[in-house]
């Protein structure tokens, strides 16, 4: 079992930075595969990015440049830095972890409860 705990959202103007911190349970966190997903609302829930057990990463092509995830296995936390943020990035990010993961949130077997990203333009 593994629980996910996100912070770090808030309100930020257009062109600003946050960073999301999502810290996880487990003494397994670095054998996991880990996730973002972002939901705006009315829309389905997003795939953002992830970062492999190995480190690799990878983006969704409307983030690709501004936003960078990365992962601490000592503190059993995953980031995202988000750059040059826009109005079409407010939204709902979850963070995710499953043994196997991929950019379906289908792959995932757990989630936080996700924290709130807002951008004013």
């Known amino acids: 079992q593994v629980q996910l705990v996100e912070s770090g959202g808030g309100l930020v103007q257009a062109g600003g930075s946050l960073r999301l911190s999502c810290a996880a349970s487990?003494?397994?966190?670095?054998?996991?595969?880990m996730g973002w997903f972002r939901q705006a609302p009315g829309k389905d829930r997003e795939f953002v990015a992830r970062?492999?057990?190995?480190?690799?990463?990878y983006y969704a092509d409307s983030v690709k440049g501004r936003f960078t995830i990365s992962r601490d296995n000592a503190k059993n936390t995953v980031y995202l830095q988000m750059n040059s943020l826009k109005s079409e990035d407010t939204a709902v990010y979850y963070c995710?972890?499953?043994?196997?993961?991929?950019?379906?949130?289908?792959?995932?077997?757990?989630w936080g409860q996700g924290t709130q990203v807002t951008v004013s333009s």
């Open positions: 995710a972890a499953n043994e196997a993961g991929g950019s379906s949130r289908l792959t995932y077997a757990y």
């Open positions: 487990g003494r397994t966190f670095s054998s996991y595969d």
């Open positions: 970062i492999d057990w190995g480190r690799s990463t």
